[in-house]
């Protein structure tokens, strides 16, 4: 079966300090990959999307990145962290059929990050 | 982008009473989707139902695409149902989430 993990589960950091959220699936191949960041307990709000190796689409101008090296594996990153980049992050998958994308799918979601920036 | 709104936004229930969670969305979709979210911040996923109706359990949800809502049923709720429940829709990629309906049950 598939299982999708993400580490650390809680950090705080200072401002201005890097970051680094790992996300990997198991049980799969070729994920769709995706950052979500949730504040204020309310509303996932997309950073970003993967299809594939290396190809990374960013929903929303900020202080993030991500990468995908691995098929399997998607990295939240940051150079230098700001105090609104607070939240939980959840890293998710889903795979896509056909030309309408979810058709069919549902998305899968891990255990999330607690980011408390200081 | 297509807009999704959830309501209420907040609901308390005395422990065994039901309840109706409604989603409106603004454009066709190909995927609805419920979730909970636990007091623990986890996930789960409830339905995947872009039209029709299912039931699990004490939870039913129906969805009428050509009027684009959703309703999602909790029926004799248990404090276990407290949460946040929502909604999500896609039409391609990308799922975009509601802002959800936080539920607290009373015993």
């Known amino acids: 079966s598939q299982t999708i993990h993400q580490w650390p589960a809680t950090l705080v950091q200072p401002v201005g300090s890097p970051l680094s959220l790992e996300c990997t699936v198991e049980?799969?191949?070729?994920?769709?990959l995706y950052w979500y960041r949730q504040a204020a307990g309310r509303g996932l709000q997309l950073l970003f999307y993967?299809?594939?190796?290396?190809?990374i689409s960013s929903e929303v101008p900020q202080n993030l990145s991500a990468s995908r090296p691995q098929d399997r594996q998607f990295i939240l990153s940051s150079k230098k962290l700001l105090l609104s980049d607070s939240g939980f992050y959840l890293c998710?998958?889903?795979?896509?059929?056909?030309?309408?994308?979810?058709?069919?799918?549902?998305?899968?979601f891990g255990e999330g990050s607690w980011l408390t920036v200081v | 982008g297509i807009q999704v709104e959830q309501s209420p936004p907040d609901l308390i229930l005395q422990e065994g009473a039901n309840s109706t969670l409604r989603c409106n969305f603004s454009?066709?979709?190909?995927?609805l989707q419920w979730f909970h979210q636990n007091p623990w911040g986890q996930l789960i996923n409830l339905f995947y139902i872009p039209s029709g109706t299912k039931q699990n359990g004490r939870l039913s949800a129906t969805t009428v695409a050509t009027e684009r809502y959703s309703l999602l049923y909790i029926s004799s709720s248990q404090t276990t149902d407290s949460g946040v429940y929502f909604c999500a829709v896609a039409a391609g990629n990308k799922l975009t989430f509601g802002g959800g309906t936080r539920v607290l049950v009373k015993p």
């Open positions: 454009d066709s979709v190909n995927n």
């Open positions: 998710a998958w889903s795979v896509l059929t056909g030309v309408t994308g979810f058709s069919g799918n549902t998305i899968y």
């Open positions: 049980g799969t191949s070729n994920p769709n």
């Open positions: 993967s299809v594939g190796i290396g190809q």
